[in-house]
């Protein structure tokens, strides 16, 4: 007669399938940087931003006697100068627990370390076609 112990151990699944499915609100944005911290209940918060410069509110082009139109001028911005400083467009706020921040500070470490073997490789192909040994 087999022990309970084994039973358990044959019916117990070998594998599981997770299905990957985008949700409706799913998009892809560029990432310049993050910033956020620990929240008090001890998630961490991390909002993802892109950086760009003030986009201007009107740009004026003159039209020439001949038609022609003329170069673009910022008219109207959202602060007085157009060179103030840069935005920061927060696109995203996550709020997750240690054990998946550990997940993607691996996840990340793996892919930093693909950056790296590429670049070394792109490095190498470089040398050879300029001839360096």
């Known amino acids: 007669m087999a022990d309970s112990g084994d039973e358990t151990q044959q019916s117990r699944p070998q594998h599981v399938h997770f299905h990957h499915i985008k949700s409706s609100q799913y998009r892809v944005v560029h990432v310049d940087g993050g910033t956020g911290g620990l929240t008090p209940r001890g998630y ?54 240690e054990r998946t921040a550990i997940e993607i500070r691996d ?17 190498g192909s470089e040398d050879n076609l300029n001839g360096a040994d």
Request: with cysteine; proline share 4%.
């Open 44 to 97: 961490c918060a991390l909002s993802l931003f892109n950086e760009r410069k003030v986009i201007p509110r009107v740009t004026t082009r003159d039209i020439s006697e001949s038609g022609d139109v003329g170069p673009e001028r910022v008219t109207e911005t959202r602060v007085d100068d157009p060179d103030f400083g840069i935005v920061r467009e927060i696109e995203i706020g996550l709020i997750f627990d």
């Open 107 to 123: 996840w990340l470490n793996k892919r930093i370390g693909e950056f790296e073997e590429a670049r070394a490789s792109l490095e």
